[in-house]
């Protein structure tokens, strides 16, 4: 991939690493089962197809480095992999995942596993906004009527206009994202979303457009949409 005329040269972090307790699975989360594959695979196989990756940086709980391994060659993936424990919160394994990508990065780009549907193409894009603008993150409009409460009772409602929702993948200048972390460890800073963290260290983030299928994997009725989405792709190539 290029951009610009510039070839662009990207490390991939993918977090693997939640228990997943809402799921209800003795599982992992990234490793229970999604229609014959660890919910991991469809990340790897959707990073396999995405210019411009030099390396992919995998985060994981203790002890499943065998289990990644197995849906890294499932994938295909030709790319060079790093499979490293994560930490007890994400923003800590996405740290220790970002300390070991390679200087050669230009750019690093960010993934739940968790969300299994996000296609080669939003990376491509995410990738190249963050080339020229420095940080851009996938983001749908808010679709819903949002109510602030207190105690259970509406206090407040607040306009759609202007509200995104966040996903992953998210994407960053290399040096950009490791500034980030390191002043979120001098200013005790603890986030879910690591555009945030680049927020607060003074950067501009560029908003991607995504789609409503790139949903998180939260509770078993989000296993049974993925499974039924899964399922109706399959359907259609056939």
Known sequence: MAA????????????????????????????VDLCGHPMLYYSLAAVARVPGVIEVVVAV?????????????DAGLELPVKITPGGHERQESVGIA??????????????????????????ADLLACAFRYGAAVA????ADTLKRAEAGVVSGTLPRQGLFQ????????RTLLINAFKAAQE??????????????AGGKVRLVDSSREN????????????????????????
């Open 4 to 31: 610009n005329g510039c070839a662009i040269r990207a490390s991939v972090i993918i977090v693997a690493a939640g228990v997943g307790s809402r799921l209800g699975h003795a599982t992992a989360k990234a490793f």
């Open 61 to 73: 709980p203790a002890g499943m480095q065998a289990a990644a391994r197995g849906a890294v060659r």
């Open 98 to 123: 970002l300390e070991i990508t390679s200087a050669e990065s230009d750019l690093v780009a960010v993934h739940d596993a968790a969300r299994p549907f996000a296609p080669p193409q939003l990376f």
């Open 139 to 142: 983001a749908v409009p808010v």
């Open 166 to 173: 966040s996903q992953t993948p998210q994407a960053f200048r």
């Open 187 to 200: 200013k005790g800073w603890h986030v879910t979303d690591d555009a945030e963290l680049v927020e607060r």
């Open 215 to 238: 949903f998180k994997v939260t509770t078993p009725e989000d296993l049974m949409m993925a499974e039924m989405l899964i399922a109706a792709r399959r359907r259609s190539a056939i």
